[in-house]
């Protein structure tokens, strides 16, 4: 069983619409839940981090993690054709010396 | 400001060649990492290095050799090319505490 869970899709929603992309975890000791966007043919960047639970807000996307469900979520409102790529979470924790542990990733497509 | 260039952006090997791929960083970061990436298999760490003068295996070395050349480089070599190494390979670099991973654009390599 991989330490980070990963649906990779496709997940495929009309414009406009509020997508849920999701990872499960299962190591109790992650502490930071990061979500990157990766475009086809390009490296991932870094969306959002968040330290430890809760939801963090940066524009359309929200980042919000459950350490009691072993969960975390990003949402996107009102979503755009631009926004058609593959988002992965990572996760770090302290005792692996701050190593980032992937999601597969889920392949994300916004149909106009 | 490049952040981390990659070189080269494509490569076709035979089985048993060999070859470096070349990474460089303007960011100052520390921290630099070689991954490579397969489907459905998201992200996964070959070698890195927390300093100048350090490296350490990541989760798949076996193949691979690695070389800090200064702050700026880290390169990584394929002695013996196997199909099995056939991936996109990413240069990345880190920030303290590895919050934020800064990639390349990647090396699509095919061994043959």
């Known amino acids: 069983q991989k330490e980070v869970e990963q649906d990779p899709g496709p997940l495929s929603v009309p414009e406009g619409a509020i997508v849920s992309l999701n990872c499960t975890y299962s190591?109790?000791?992650?502490?930071?839940f990061m979500w990157y966007r990766q475009y086809s043919r390009k490296g991932p960047e870094l969306l959002m981090y968040?330290?430890s639970s809760g939801n963090k807000e940066d524009g359309r996307f929200t980042a919000q993690v459950d350490k009691s469900s072993k969960y975390i979520s990003l949402f996107i409102r009102d979503s755009q054709p631009s926004d058609s790529a593959t988002y992965l979470c990572?996760?770090?924790?302290?005792?692996?010396?701050?190593?980032?542990?992937w999601g597969a990733g889920t392949k994300l497509i916004i149909k106009p | 400001n490049a952040g981390v260039t990659q070189t080269p952006k494509f490569q076709v090997l035979k089985t048993g060649q060999s070859m470096t791929l070349q990474c460089a960083q303007d960011?100052?970061?520390?921290?630099m990492y070689w991954y490579r990436q397969d489907p459905g298999m998201g992200l996964r760490l070959i070698y890195y290095?927390?300093?100048?003068?350090?490296?350490d295996k990541g989760e798949v070395p076996n193949g691979y050799n690695v070389s800090r050349l200064n702050k700026r480089e880290f390169s990584l070599r394929l002695e013996s090319a196997a199909p099995s190494q056939t991936s996109v390979y990413f240069c990345?670099?880190?920030?303290?505490?590895?919050?934020?991973?800064?990639f390349g654009q990647g090396t699509r390599l095919t061994v043959v």
């Open positions: 990572a996760m770090i924790t302290m005792d692996s010396n701050y190593q980032l542990i």
């Open positions: 290095s927390a300093s100048e003068g350090t490296t």
């Open positions: 968040t330290y």
């Open positions: 190591n109790s000791a992650f502490q930071y």
């Open positions: 990345a670099t880190g920030t303290t505490r590895n919050t934020e991973a800064f």
């Open positions: 960011m100052n970061h520390n921290s």
